[in-house]
């Protein structure tokens, strides 16, 4: 029986950076998966390397990476909210929280993807996943999709304990890695430096991108969630 898969993100390239690898067995198992982003990461600092975009260029050169990435991972719909990188945390955490619902009672979703409050390192993430908490916990209990959230703080298992899913994503990577190379303007300056260590070191290429074969989720549990 195929899932309805949500994912929601603040900024082109977190769908594919922690869980392309997912999402793309989601998709390869006819699984229907949604993508909302929130902004084009208007503000991001990099500019491709070498530079080949500049400040005003890079939302629309975000926009068509991402709209790439997305079909290497097989998304069915991507939603652009297009607002203002570096203002979730801002927002009211309620409009948020009603425009992920909107999604939500549209897509009926199984699961839903997105960091785990509080240990998504970037403020954006942060508001945006609690947010996507929020819209859950207005949901009836028995219609409320589980919530695995992504953490990347160095202190996520100090605090949240060992994740409750670990998914070996290691039979997708090529295309995983394919998913990161089209995000060019932010994922240059990590897959370049990858691709030479390989063709320096070919005996160790798996080693080299044993980092990229696991990606980790903890369940967030909305039962005691508050505004």
């Known amino acids: 029986m195929s899932l309805s898969v949500l994912a929601v993100f603040p900024h082109p390239d977190d769908e594919t950076f922690g869980t392309a690898g997912t999402l793309i067995k989601h998709a390869d198992k ?7 982003c929130a902004t084009m990461g208007q503000m991001g600092r990099r500019m491709g390397n070498p530079f080949f975009a500049n400040r005003e260029t890079l939302p629309k050169v975000r926009e ?8 290497q ?3 069915d719909r991507l939603i652009l909210w297009n607002m203002q990188d570096k203002t ?3 927002r009211c955490t309620q409009y948020l929280a009603d425009r992920i619902l909107d999604v939500i009672q549209d897509v009926r979703p199984d699961v839903l993807y997105t960091f785990y409050p509080e240990h998504g390192v970037h403020p954006d993430h942060d508001a945006l996943s609690k947010a996507a908490a929020l819209a859950v916990s207005k949901l009836p209990t028995d219609s409320r999709p589980k919530i695995y959230g992504a953490a990347i703080t160095s202190d996520r298992e100090e605090k949240l ?8 994503v290691s039979d997708v990577l090529d295309r995983k890695m394919d998913a990161m190379r089209a995000h060019r303007s932010q994922s240059e300056l990590i897959t370049i430096p990858l691709e030479n260590r390989i ?3 070919p005996e160790l290429k798996n080693q080299i991108l044993d980092p990229f074969r696991t990606e980790r989720y903890w369940v967030y549990n909305v039962s005691h969630m508050t505004q």
Do not use: S
């Open 30 to 36: 006819g699984d229907k998966v949604t993508l909302v």
């Open 88 to 90: 979730l945390q801002f």
């Open 73 to 75: 991972i097989g998304i």
């Open 199 to 201: 063709k320096e070191t």
């Open 64 to 71: 068509e990476e991402l709209r790439d990435a997305a079909a």
């Open 161 to 168: 304990g060992l994740p409750h899913k670990v998914i070996d």
